[in-house]
């Protein structure tokens, strides 16, 4: 395997590390942010209720996304396994011709 299959799938892991996780993220933020926005116009500074909403919606969320993180987990690990395989067989065959 040489240095740029190796930087290719390392720049798929991290771009799938960034597709998988920003669902996530952005219900985090968007929450985030109106809670900030209700806190600021009510003056109320209450720690916990930035955090509980949070907690719930991020949990809730992940309900829905799982299955599409699980997918694409699966989809990457499949192409990484047709590419070992794929190396091992072309090893073999250089083996044999040699």
Do not use: C, W, Y
Not at 11 to 20: D, Q, Y
Not at 59 to 88: C, K, M, R, W, Y
Request: proline share 3%; charged share 15%.
């Amino acid at each position: 395997m040489d240095d740029t299959a190796v930087l290719d799938i390392s720049r798929e892991a991290i771009f799938l590390l960034i597709k998988t996780s920003a669902p996530l993220l952005l219900v985090a933020l968007v929450v985030g942010l109106a809670i900030s926005l209700v806190q600021a116009l009510t003056q109320i500074q209450e720690m916990t209720l930035s955090f509980v909403p949070k907690i719930v919606s991020i949990f809730l969320a992940s309900l829905v996304v799982v299955p599409f993180i699980f997918h694409e987990l699966e989809l990457f690990t499949n192409h990484i396994s047709d590419i070992i395989i794929g190396q091992a067989n072309s090893d073999q065959n250089d083996d044999v011709n040699e």
